[in-house]
């Protein structure tokens, strides 16, 4: 019996035990061969995704996005191999022989099974990608057919280019001010060679703008050529293409040899063309953003008024450009709202109603347009349907409602997807998906960059690179996509860096078609339900009614959850959510009706994004400390936020947001966190404990504290001076807090951003030292001495700001020299301020300046005529005798701000209550009203010896 046992196990047992042992050996090996082959087998898609957009048999083409989607769900389920595999990888011990204890022997044990079953998933799923792939290709033949299709795209592609070329004078809309410009930049001017580049999306017109300008100047020059740059041109086929125009244009037969000619031979022969000659040359459509290198040499500078003219969709080729002395930028925009109304019925009427929109029409045009974004691709291309179908306004308002299922399915519109889809396809892997992350919001909104840098980090789109971080990288993928004109910049910081962004309309439309062909994000609202073919990846729920109670089939495959709804989240719904969707990294709550989090929030485990912005929480589960990769946590609500000492356990945790989070359960273990680089807004405990542990964090580059007690000013000190990476740094002191007294006594090299709320000992004489700050922020200082002297010295400061209290002097003297860069000054309820003086040589860059509630200025600040490039001047809450004294007709100091384009003057409220509320509000901020808040609390506490209480928005007045 005993022999045929060791009989079983030799022959059977022990082949298997070293299977799995050379399996677990070889586990990281492979993975790295997988990610590899992943990254390939994405490639394939994409080019087949190409192939299929391209094919002109619509039922071939329909096959071919099914068997598509096959070959991304083989791809999805390889990065959740994958992702199991990490986190597998993090519990694995460093060395086995160290798990001497019990319970560490069997949690070895354990992690090598999971790590077993990972890699006979791994040989799995490696079987399924191959036998995926060979059945598409077994299925469609693409490679047998990629020249013929590569035909068909081309073919498709010339005549979408060309089109343009051909449209009649009298056809064009809306370009009358550019085609005035564009002359004058082509005609006028200088003498020497002048690149003039028109930039701007796809779609927007500027193959049409540029020709016609081309058609009404080139008479003025004695050479011409046109020329269509193809994404894929080589150099010496562009100089081939320019020496055979130029010479058609002079009626003379090109060299024989010319298709034979190398580079340098054919630029040889464009210069000769162009010897001592006024010429002017249109490149259209260039891509390659080195393009002016491969021409340049060729296009001599006869110093006799020659211009070349650009137009191109990427910032970029615009920026090389400008490597020649000689530049000139025209960025196109979409056109007016009237103008896009003109251009619709233009084409929905032709020569009916001699070219006027009729009453009848006009609103349900103006919708169109509007919906259109008012690109003239999307005009043209619908007023040419809307003239053969729609012959009604109640046709017209049929098809508005409708407007985007027709954009999305209507072979007729195709051209829009067409030409919106060029730059998406020219985009890497990794910036198509970045694009694609605007579709998860609604059209319109406007994304803030930190939020959105946040969330392409969780989901793996953003790789560290060597000497940037990971908010670098992000920024440098965001600037890209703006540079190829499709991002739009919402707003800008007064450093210049983009602050929010969103994307055209149209581009809105094309990126949710492209989701839902890919699998990337099903949004769900009253117009969507969850009707979806496929594994998704991501879920944007925007509606009331969402049903969780449905089939669980394909839920594993989710990876983000985006939340919009006021009126969804109850506890048993998002306790329901997370059982569900087990494998989230993003999972975002905005606006959500939400009290408490459920326990099982801590099954999450591959959570790396977490927001709770804009809900009602007051507090975290424990089990938060499970969630061993999440990177950022946003808990800004309108409360207090208890955090459980177990968060101490995250570290992985690199961004913790919040308007007031409570120190008391992790005052003395926060040190740990090591890898917090944001962490915002922390409430100091009463004993200061936790500011000991914040020196520990030395990855820290934004830090804003509350409740901060004066008499903590050594220790908080101490901590600072730890922190070499700190870029950005808040203080809020503690009502009725002793002042503080800082000493700091590092360089702070990195530091951009100050801002110190609460009384000052004296003004800090490390602040002038600082030599990267951008801003700085005073409030409630009670300083009667600001040594704006040593202000002004600061080299790179755009930003001063002396708000409530922050001064209590008399007069603020701003002496020649002083503040060269100060972009934007803000004086606010400073209520002894009596007299500003501003010496000529001062404040030469300042753009914008800000005067709110100062009772006692009765007089415009002396020497602000000097300030020349001062374009906002914003007056708020100011004594009448001001407002006097700068109206245009009677006003005697009217002289000193005439040359100011925007002056904007609020009078005064009569409800001072109101004055006060609506101050808080739009001056204060969100935060700084639930700092009051605090303050009210602190003194409600002391008079009724209570601490706390439930609710901080229960005042009894």
Known sequence: MAETAVSFSSQHVLPKLLEAVKMLRNLPKEVAEVIDELESFQDFIDDEDKVAEAEHDHNRRDRIIKGLTR??????????????????????????????????????????????QIAYQIQDVKALLRAERDGFENRFRTGSRSDGTRGNENFTWQKLRMDPLFIKEDEVVGFEEDIDTLKKCLTEGRKERTVISIVGMAGLGKTILSKQVFDRVHTDFECHALITVSRSYTVEGLLRDMTNK?????????????????????????????????????FDDVWNETFWDDIELALIDNKNGSRILITTRDQKVVDFCKKCLFFEVHKLQPLSNSKSLELLCKKAFGNGFHGCCPKDYEEVGLDIVRKCGCLPLAIVAIGSLLYRKCKSPSDWGLFSQHLSLELESNSELDCVKKILSLSYDDLPQNLRSCLLYFGIYSKDYKVKCSRLFQQWIAEGFVKQERGRNLEEVAEQQIMELISRSLVLVSSFTTEGKVKACHVHDSIHEMIREKMKNTGFCHYIDEHNDFESSGMIRRLTIATNSYDLSGSSEGSQYVRSIFIFTNELSSEGFTRCLLAKYTRLKVLIFEIAPLYDVPENLGSLIHLKYLSFRNTSIRSLPKSIGELQNLESLDVRTNRVIEVPKEITKLRKLRCLFGYRISTIEVKDSLGKMTSLEKMHELRIDEDGVVIRELGKLNQLRDLRLSNFMGDHSDALSSSINEMQLLERLDIFVQYMSEPIDLHITSPLYKLRKLHLFGILKEFPSWIPRLQNLVKLSLKLSMLNNIPLKSLGNMPNLLILSFDSGSYEGETLHFENGGFQKLKELRFRALYNLRSIFIDKGALQSLEKLHMFDLPQLKAVPSGIQHLKKLHVLDIFHMPTEFHQRIEPETGEDHWMVKHVADVLAGSDFKNQLMYDLSKNIFMEGVADILRYIDGIEVLASSASGVVGGDDPFQIKL
């Open 71 to 116: 070959l991304r769900e083989a791809a999805f389920r390889m990065e959740d191999v994958i992702d199991d595999y990490v986190i597998c990888d993090e519990k694995q011990p460093e060395d086995p022989r160290c798990a001497a204890l019990l319970c560490e022997v069997v949690e070895f044990i354990k992690t090598q099974i999971h790590r077993l």
């Open 246 to 282: 130029l010479c058609k244009e002079r009626r003379e037969d090109p060299p024989r040899d010319v298709a034979f000619m190398d580079q340098m031979s054919l630029i040889k022969e464009v210069r000769n063309r162009l010897h001592n000659k006024r010429y002017v040359v249109l």
